[in-house]
């Protein structure tokens, strides 16, 4: 697939997806998720791609929100619509079986922080900032933040951040738990390669069950721990499981099969 919003590149089974707009600091609009969705599906479909980093073209914003320009002129019916697009995407890489790693390289506001959110972890660099100002336009988040905001920092924060539309630095998202690493913004993707690297010396079978036991907690009318009890099931029958427990057993490093 040809894209115009997107560049999608595969180094040594990782694949990276960066949002290609650095003239309208990589703002989310129709067509980049048009193109964004399938090729996280893609990715998914590809059995050489073990892992997933999502960034943002330039230097100063990873996504600095949604193309509000689309947003005027709706009808409450189409915006619902606008948000489902961007629920349905985010939910599709939350939801992912492969690590995906957001490395966020500038301004993540708006659609850009839900972006990251929806990442399974996020590495920032130090001149990234943080926030959700939809207030300051008579709006909400759409796709997603006001729910995975709260479940990544907790109620108290997520309620202010969400209602003073203020920015918080790297350092200070950081603290509050909504990034994982801070580093500087030479090392970024570096940083983000070392991990999903070292998550695939892992078994990928359960990568995949680990992914849907944590989202399985915040699901409205799912059992987590039913889940993790029948995903746990479901590993004992694996050949990564008799690899590993063999490698264990014979004091070696595991191979996994992925299977």
Do not use: W
Not at 59 to 81: H, M, N, W
């Amino acid at each position: 697939m040809t894209y115009q919003n997107i560049l999608s590149t595969i180094d040594n089974g990782i694949n990276t997806i960066t949002i290609n707009r650095p003239d309208k600091l990589n703002a989310l609009n129709k067509a980049t998720f048009e193109e964004l969705g399938p090729a996280i599906q893609a990715a998914f479909d590809d059995e050489t791609i073990y892992g997933l980093i999502i960034t943002g073209a330039g230097e100063k914003a990873f996504v600095a929100g949604a193309d509000i320009s689309e947003f005027t002129g709706l009808s409450v019916e189409e915006g619902r619509r606008l948000s489902r697009t961007g629920h349905g995407v985010f939910n599709l890489i939350e939801n992912g079986p492969k690590p995906i790693i957001a490395a966020v390289n500038g301004f993540a506001l708006g659609g850009g922080c839900e972006l990251a959110m929806a990442c399974h972890l996020r590495v920032a660099s130090e001149n990234a900032m943080f926030g959700q100002p939809e207030v300051n336009l008579g709006l909400i988040p759409g796709y997603g933040g006001t729910q995975r905001l709260v479940q990544l920092i907790g109620k108290g924060k997520a309620t202010e951040l969400l209602m003073t539309a203020e920015m918080v630095k790297a350092e200070e998202a950081l603290k509050l738990g909504l990034v994982n690493y801070v580093v500087p913004a030479s090392g970024l993707l570096t940083k983000c390669i070392a991990l999903l690297e070292k998550i695939h010396t892992k078994s990928p079978t359960a990568i995949t069950e680990i992914i849907q036991c944590i989202n399985a907690y915040y699901e409205d009318g799912v059992n987590g721990l039913e889940t993790e009890i029948n995903r746990f099931g479901n590993c004992v029958n694996t050949e990564d499981f008799k690899e590993g427990t063999a490698a264990f057993l014979e004091k070696r490093k595991a191979s996994f099969p992925g299977k």
